[in-house]
């Protein structure tokens, strides 16, 4: 498709995919993310993962990929990450999941989990709150919560997320079925029939 935007409204993608055109959906948020809420057909690539095993996937993302993540922020990531190894069918979901609830459009829901940056926020939160009330006591803990402090500036500043990055390796955010090996058998397994996988 050679107008296809690098970036995807919402509506666009519906009638893309309903209209039977060669476009794979590719949600690079945490697998208990993914569980929680995805798009029916798409397949969960976390972001972590996708750049690490960059060069294995690469060879399976023969049609239109269209990344999603929450609100877009990953999938930007992961776009650059894709694009520098020289992939240019690569597109970003619009507003994420974010904004493709918000158009109302189907998804497909599972357990309940907390998405990442509520997670960010938890954390974030909790070690400043945490750090204040304690200098009461021990006063060079206040620079705990400078630091957290510049920490988040410095996320909002270069869009980037080390916390979240790492909250992102926990036990919690990852599924037994999600590694690299198990993403690629998919991803050969839709292309060989023609279907897609939720």
Partial sequence: MTD????????ALRELTESGKNVRIVDVRTPSEFETVHIP????????????????????FDENIVLV????QRAAQAEETLRVAGLCNVHILDGGM?????AGLPVQRGVQRWDLERQVRLVAGSLVL???LASVA???????????????????????CAMGAALAKLPYNHSASCDARTIV????????TGDREA
């Fill in 41 to 60: 057909g798409a397949y969960n690539v976390p972001l972590d993962l996708l750049r690490e095993h960059r060069d294995e996937f690469l060879a399976h």
């Fill in 4 to 11: 296809f935007p690098a970036t995807v409204d919402p509506i």
């Fill in 130 to 132: 945490s750090s204040v």
């Fill in 185 to 192: 058998a998919r991803l050969t397994e839709s292309t060989d």
């Fill in 138 to 160: 021990v006063p060079k803990l206040k620079w705990l919560a400078a630091g957290i402090g510049g920490g988040l500036a410095f996320a909002a500043v270069t869009n980037t």
């Fill in 98 to 102: 974010l904004g493709w609830e918000a």
């Fill in 69 to 72: 993540c929450r609100s877009g």
